[in-house]
């Protein structure tokens, strides 16, 4: 199976980042919540989880897509970009996000195709 992210660039960039931060790996661990160990595995080219990559990307400003190879560069579909939205949305609840996407989704594709 082919490599759908690129974890040797992933690495590298994040490693630029905690340079740039002046921070070790050890405070990197501390502010992201991976153990250092899985920081260190990652540098011999091991893949975090998916909860994993997502705080390293939060915390280094980086987007996934970078590291994906051929991702292409198309928006993606606006209702999952609504689903996203709503997902995000501070003012509501999970379950209120999920009974709106709900509400959403379908009313979208009933009316979709005129």
Same mark, same amino acid.
């Given at each position: $199976?082919? #490599?759908?992210?690129? $974890? #040797?660039?992933?690495?590298?960039?994040?490693?630029?980042? !905690?340079?740039?931060?002046?921070?070790?790996?050890? /405070?990197?661990?501390? =502010?992201? &919540?991976?153990?250092?160990?899985?920081?260190?595995?990652? &540098?011999?080219?091991?893949?975090?989880?998916?909860?994993?990559?997502?705080?390293?990307?939060?915390?280094?400003?980086?987007?996934? =897509? $970078?590291?994906?190879?051929?991702?292409?560069?198309?928006?993606?579909?606006?209702?999952?970009?609504?689903?996203? *939205?709503? !997902?995000?949305?501070?003012?509501?609840?999970?379950?209120?996000?999920? *009974? $709106? /996407? /709900?509400?959403?989704?379908?009313?979208?594709?009933?009316? !979709?195709?005129?």
């Amino acid at each position: $199976m082919a #490599e759908n992210f690129d $974890m #040797e660039a992933f690495y590298a960039a994040l490693n630029a980042t !905690r340079l740039s931060r002046q921070k070790t790996w050890k /405070e990197v661990a501390q =502010e992201t &919540g991976i153990a250092a160990s899985t920081l260190s595995r990652m &540098g011999q080219g091991a893949k975090p989880d998916v909860n994993g990559l997502a705080a390293l990307l939060k915390w280094s400003n980086l987007k996934a =897509e $970078m590291f994906i190879p051929g991702a292409s560069k198309k928006d993606a579909p606006p209702i999952a970009k609504l689903t996203a *939205l709503l !997902r995000a949305d501070p003012h509501l609840t999970p379950q209120n996000a999920k *009974l $709106m /996407e /709900e509400i959403v989704v379908s009313t979208y594709n009933r009316l !979709r195709d005129g």
